[in-house]
């Protein structure tokens, strides 16, 4: 495009993006003398930066993410918004000690420290989440 910038007596604005002349919507770029072949939509950034994502989602009660630890191991963890290894470890270390308990009684004492853990760091978990996703 070597069309200049018009016909009048004042000088050619400065080399800089501005609306098509050639009706396209978006920008051109004018190098100071001339319409170059570059264009662009309007408002383009610079450097495009990824919009953060909105959450849409209700507040984790920590109550209820520490009576789940205690129905069972692991759960108030997943209700917490944990998808790590320990709330699987939990899930599954607590049905071998069900097991155990049942078949000899012994499973619950291992069961009772880690309930306690397991109900204290899912609390924590429901916290962060609320935190992270600014539900305080």
């Excluded at 520490?66 to 944990?82: K, Q």
């Excluded at 071998?96 to 204290?120: N, Y």
């Amino acid at each position: 495009m070597s069309e200049s910038w018009g016909t009048g007596e004042s000088p050619p604005p400065a080399a800089d993006w501005y609306p098509d002349p050639a009706g396209s919507g978006g920008q051109r770029y004018w190098d100071g003398t001339q319409w170059t072949d570059h264009t662009r939509p309007v408002n383009a950034p610079a450097f495009a930066q990824p919009q953060p994502q909105a959450y849409h989602g209700s507040r984790k009660s920590p109550g209820l993410a520490v009576l789940l630890s205690i129905l069972w191991l692991g759960t108030g963890h997943f209700y917490a918004g944990r998808s790590d290894a320990l709330p699987i470890i939990f899930a599954v270390v607590n049905l071998f000690l069900w097991i155990l308990t049942l078949t000899c009684l012994i499973g619950i004492i291992p069961w009772i420290p880690m309930v306690i853990f397991a109900a204290i760091d899912s609390h924590k978990s429901a916290k962060d989440f609320n935190r992270r996703h600014g539900l305080a």
